[in-house]
Every structure is written in C-alpha cells, then in structure tokens.
C-alpha cells in the first residue's frame, strides 16, 4: 500500500470515528436534556436552558472523554501506569455513553415520552448518580495521570535523594555532638582533682579569714566582707580562666574531627589503583632501561638470544 492510500485509510478512519462520536454524543445528549433537566434549579435559569446545560454536561463527561482518553492512550501515555489509567477511563466512558444512547433510544423507541412522574424521577436520581460518578472518575484519574509522568517521577526520585543526603548529615551531625560530649566529660573527669583542690583551698581560706577578723580587732566585719568581695572575685576569674581554656580545648577537638572527617571523604573519594597485568609489570622501570629493561639497561631476553 502507498502512501496516498494509506492517508486515505487514515482519513476515512478519522472521519467513520467523528460520525461515530457525533452520533453518539447527540443520542448521550438527549438523554441528559431529556431526563435531567433538573441539574441547574429552574428558579435560577429557564428550564430550557438549564436542559441544555444538563446535556452538554452528560455529553462532556462520557462521549468526549472517551474520545480524548483514547486519544491519551495512543499518542501520549509514557509510563505503564499512564497507560492503565487511560485505557481504564477510555472504556469507563465508553460503557457510560452506551448506557444513556441505548436507555435514551429505548425510551423514545415508541415516540411516547409521556412518562408519569415517578418514572422520570427514578431516571432523573440515576442520571445525577452517573454524572457524579463521571465527575469522580474523570477528576481523580487526570491527577493519577499526573502523578505517574515521567517528570514527576523524577522529582519524587529527587526529593528521596535529597532526604537520603540529609539524613546522612544529621548522623554525621549527631555523631560530631556525641563525641564533643565525651571529650567534655573526659577533660572534666581529667580536672575534676585539681578543681577540688582548688575549691578546697578557696574554703579553707574563707574559713581562716573569718576566724582571723573575729581577733583582728577594729571592723572584723568590714574586713570578712572585704575578704567575701576578693573572693568572689577570685572565683569568677578562675571560672573564666577555665571557660576559656575549655573552649580552646573544645575548638582544637572540633578542628581536628572535622580535618579527621574530611580527609576520610577525600580517601573515599579516591579511585582505585588499577593493578597491571601485562608483560611490563614484571620489569622495573628506570631512567635507563625503556620499561622492560633493568635499570642498568640490561635486556634479559636479548641475552639469552645471543
């Protein structure tokens, strides 16, 4: 087949499916203007119009969305969920407009739509339950459809590896934390009997001070609380003192996890030396020899030669 008789297929395809669909659309169409007239309250628009809003309505949710998940399905579904997603609202939407074509031609087969009122009641309920299902199924899978692009697969893989990087980061975090405690604690333990001395000495000088300005004549109590401001003024330098001497300590420890750290990274980061395996590897190489020779220049094969 040629390609002039292949577009003519294609052509006589496209337009049997247009006189298809507009058939079926006309047939979805008249049921809905028919018998749910109602969806738009008469007190709010003209009965008429409101019928032919209802229609419309009925017509978009099953007849030309078939047509366009069908379309969806062939021409630009990526993933194979995208694929089950069309192909399931293709042919929910195709079994819809069958539904209200063959109901809408079977009532009207006879001509007589003088119908009593609790049948068209009855039709009018189950036309609203179908319109609100269509509204459902159609909403719900264009945002599955969405969720299962290729882009947006993408992203969430993304946004895993982002999550992954950062909690990796908070474990390092954490592990730094965990060992700057412990180097605390260990200094601490490490100067706890030199700061008992030294808290020691301070009471034992207290102690000596007040009893010495009790005998001292004159103001003894001037003198203790004299004595009490030096030696809370003593404290706080002490205590600052080892504030500071601390925080270098604490700094230096924090440096050298974090070159300790760095350095493993770059280690990780190194490839893997590739070990030779030719002929060459068996002979050292010098400034002399050319890779296969000694470093005297000796040729071992070029001797046994000779």
């Known amino acids: 087949m040629n390609s002039h008789q292949q577009k003519a297929a294609q052509f006589l395809a496209v337009a049997f499916g247009v006189v298809v669909l507009a058939i079926s659309a006309s047939t979805s169409f008249g049921f809905f203007y028919t018998f749910f007239d109602n969806l738009i309250p008469h007190s709010v628009l003209a009965a008429d119009i409101a019928a032919l809003i209802s229609g419309v309505i009925g017509t978009l949710l099953f007849d030309v969305a078939c047509a366009i998940w069908l379309f ?6 990526e993933t194979p969920e995208q694929r ?13 407009s069958a ?3 063959v109901a809408y031609l079977g009532l009207t087969a006879g001509g007589d739509l003088a119908l009593d009122t609790a049948t068209r009641d009855t039709i009018a309920t189950f036309a609203l339950v179908v319109v609100i299902i269509g509204v459902i199924a159609n909403f719900g899978a264009m945002q599955a459809y969405q969720r ?3 882009t947006n697969k993408q992203r969430v893989m993304e946004a895993d590896r982002r999550d992954l990087l950062q909690s990796a980061e908070d474990e390092q975090a954490r592990y730094l934390d965990e060992l700057i405690t412990q180097q605390v604690k260990e200094i601490l333990t490490a100067q706890a009997g030199t700061l008992a001395q030294q808290q020691a000495r301070r009471i034992a000088a207290k102690f000596y001070r007040h009893e010495m300005a009790k005998y001292a004549g004159g103001e003894p109590l001037a003198l203790a609380e004299r004595s009490e401001r030096e030696e809370r003024g003593a404290r706080r330098g002490e205590r600052q003192d080892l504030a500071r001497r601390l925080e270098r300590e604490l700094e230096s420890e ?5 070159q300790e750290a760095t350095e493993l990274a770059q280690e990780d980061a190194l490839p893997e030396p590739v070990a030779q395996t030719g002929p060459e590897s068996f002979y050292p190489v010098s400034g002399l020899g050319n890779g ?10 070029v001797r046994g030669a000779q």
């Not at 089950?84 to 819809?96: K, S």
């Open 72 to 77: 969806i399905f062939l021409h630009h579904s």
């Open 84 to 96: 089950a997603i069309t192909l399931i609202m293709t042919v929910l939407t195709f079994i819809g």
């Open 99 to 101: 539904a209200a074509s």
């Open 148 to 150: 299962y692009s290729y």
């Open 254 to 258: 924090r440096m050298e996890l974090e």
């Open 292 to 301: 296969r020779r000694g470093g005297n220049g000796f040729d071992p094969f």
